[in-house]
């Protein structure tokens, strides 16, 4: 079995981060690590939070899985509360990966053309770094507008957010994977520059009403997972918009959906047996 490493916070209410990838990365079929880097009482989105930082525990969790000889086929970052957070993710990156282990990085730091509370432009400098190491970063819009220090607005156009995906891949090694582009009046989905095959392409679903919390954590646990398990990149993009999308489509035919996340548990089962069709 494959063995991933995921890298960011476990917020202990509303879905994101390790609260998402973790069963979405079991539901493809693949070992999943956790490697918590903060436990907040519910992510930032609620008005009331209470966080642990773990920082100074990780070196800690470093140094025994070396003892253990620990090694990953991915490692992959997601919401880093610290700069420190960001060296730790390149040593794991260095030492701790199998042979032709994947370092993909969420630059999870915004969204809305805002920074997430609690991040200043320091944040975004040390993530700047980061990315290049990557080989495959998936920011959303507001990211990739942050990574290049130009302006976000609100009505890019197609051919905006393909330079915007361009631009960043012109300044890292690896291969760029932008969420929220939007095709023409009602698609919504990613656009990709496939650094292998030297070539950008977009898939996109439906554009549903609403705004929805930890969708861009789902994409990228759908993507490590797929990459990770041997699917091209333009597979694992386009199984990552279609989960993301009937995510989204589950929670908007539930009149008790929570306002805090997706009903993303309802399509594991789908998922699942998108991963068995192929095995
Ligand atoms: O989904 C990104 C994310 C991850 N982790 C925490 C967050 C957010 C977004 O708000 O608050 C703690």
Same mark, same amino acid.
């Given at each position: @079995?494959?063995?991933? #490493? +995921? ?5 202990? $209410? ?46 800690? $969790?470093? +140094?025994? !899985? +070396? ?25 794991? !990156? ?6 032709? =282990? ?6 999870? @730091? ?41 302006? !976000? ?12 995906? #361009? ?24 656009? =990709?520059?496939? %650094? ?7 898939? =996109?679903?439906?554009? #549903?009403?609403? =705004? ?20 091209? @990149? ?23 959906? %929570? ?8 399509? #594991? ?5 998108? @991963?068995?069709?192929?095995?």
């Amino acid at each position: @079995m494959k063995r991933v #490493l +995921s890298v960011q916070d476990l917020s202990c $209410v509303g879905k994101c981060s390790l609260g998402e990838a973790l069963p979405v990365l079991s539901a493809m079929g693949v070992e999943a690590c956790a490697l918590p880097t903060a436990v907040l009482s519910a992510h930032t989105a609620f008005s009331n939070i209470t966080r642990v930082d773990l920082t100074d525990r990780l070196p800690g $969790v470093l +140094s025994a !899985w +070396s003892a253990e000889g620990l090694q990953f086929d991915a490692i992959s970052s997601g919401y880093l509360g610290a700069k420190e957070q960001i060296l730790l993710v390149r040593d794991l !990156w260095e030492h701790f990966g199998r042979k032709n =282990c994947l370092r993909l990085c969420d630059p999870a @730091m915004g969204d809305a053309g805002e920074l997430y509370r609690g991040f200043d432009a320091s944040h975004v400098a040390a993530v700047r770094e980061l990315v290049k190491e990557a080989d495959v970063v998936l920011p959303n819009v507001t990211e990739v507008c942050l990574l290049l220090g130009e302006p !976000w607005r609100e009505n890019f156009t197609e051919e905006q957010e393909q330079h915007l995906v #361009l631009a960043l891949a012109d300044k890292i090694r690896g291969s760029v994977i932008m969420t929220g582009y939007r095709q023409g009046e009602s698609g919504l989905g990613a656009a =990709c520059y496939d %650094r292998q095959e030297n070539r950008f392409y977009a898939f =996109c679903g439906r554009q #549903l009403p609403g =705004c929805y919390y930890g969708t861009g954590d789902l994409f990228s646990a759908v993507v490590t997972g797929a990459l990770v398990q041997g699917r091209s @990149m333009s597979e694992a993009v386009r199984l990552a918009v279609e989960f993301t999308s009937r995510s989204i489509e589950k929670t908007l035919e539930d009149p008790e959906a %929570r306002w805090y996340g997706t009903d993303f548990e309802r399509v #594991l089962p789908w998922l699942c047996q998108q @991963m068995q069709e192929r095995d």
